[in-house]
Each structure stands twice: as structure tokens, then as C-alpha cells.
């Protein structure tokens, strides 16, 4: 058996090459739709699910024993996430802002057409 060093130890021949994770590839997907889409709101969901296979993909990182590349993109995955979560929710926030300032401004006309007679 021939001995190749790798990252942590021996490596077998046979044994695979290292490759990208997908789920890493598919997460930076996900977290640039996410900011793409979040001034719609809708990319929060892109955003979290982009999380959640960060989280997933580390998992499978540090088990694979270096047979998995990706690790060093995961921090840029989960600030992009984050971002698009941010921008979404500042969008809802303004939005609901805008609502009750409507709600206020309405609040003392009348809400008939104002052509009825009132007797008090």
C-alpha cells in the first residue's frame, strides 16, 4: 500500500478526492437569492433555508475528515443570509410603519361618505 500524506494523516490510494460540498454550493445559492430578493420580502425563506444547510454542510464537514471542501465560504454564506433576513424584515417594518401612519391620518374623517346628516 502506498502511503499519500494529507491533511490529517495517511491517505489511502484508492480513497476519493477531495471535493466541493454541495450543500455548501447550494447554500450560496440560496443566500444570493435571498439578498436578491429581499427588498420582496421573499427572500427571507431563500435566507433561512441557506442557513440551515450551513449548519447542515459544517456538520458534514468536520465529519468527512477533509474529503469535503467549503468550510472557509460557510462565514460569507451566513452574512449574506443574514443581510437578506435584515433587509426583508426592515421591509415589513417600514411597510407596518406606513399602515398605521394610514390608520392615523384616516382616523378622524368620517368613515360614511359624509353625506348623512348626524343628530346628536
Not at 469535503?68 to 443574514?82: D, E, V
Amino acid at each position: 500500500m502506498v502511503e499519500v500524506r494529507g491533511v490529517s494523516g495517511v491517505r489511502h490510494p484508492d480513497d476519493p478526492e477531495p471535493v466541493e460540498s454541495t450543500k455548501v454550493v447550494a447554500a450560496r445559492l440560496l443566500a444570493g437569492v435571498g439578498v436578491a430578493l429581499s427588498p420582496f420580502v421573499g427572500g427571507a425563506i431563500p435566507a433561512l433555508i441557506a442557513l440551515m444547510l450551513a449548519r447542515q454542510a459544517e456538520a458534514d464537514i468536520r465529519a468527512s475528515e477533509g474529503f469535503l471542501l467549503g468550510a472557509s465560504r460557510l462565514p460569507l454564506i451566513r452574512r449574506l443570509s443574514w443581510i437578506g433576513i435584515g433587509i426583508a424584515a426592515a421591509v415589513v417594518v417600514a411597510a407596518l410603519l406606513l399602515w398605521v401612519l394610514a390608520l392615523a391620518r384616516a382616523a378622524g374623517d368620517a368613515s360614511y361618505g359624509g353625506g348623512v346628516a348626524v343628530s346628536l
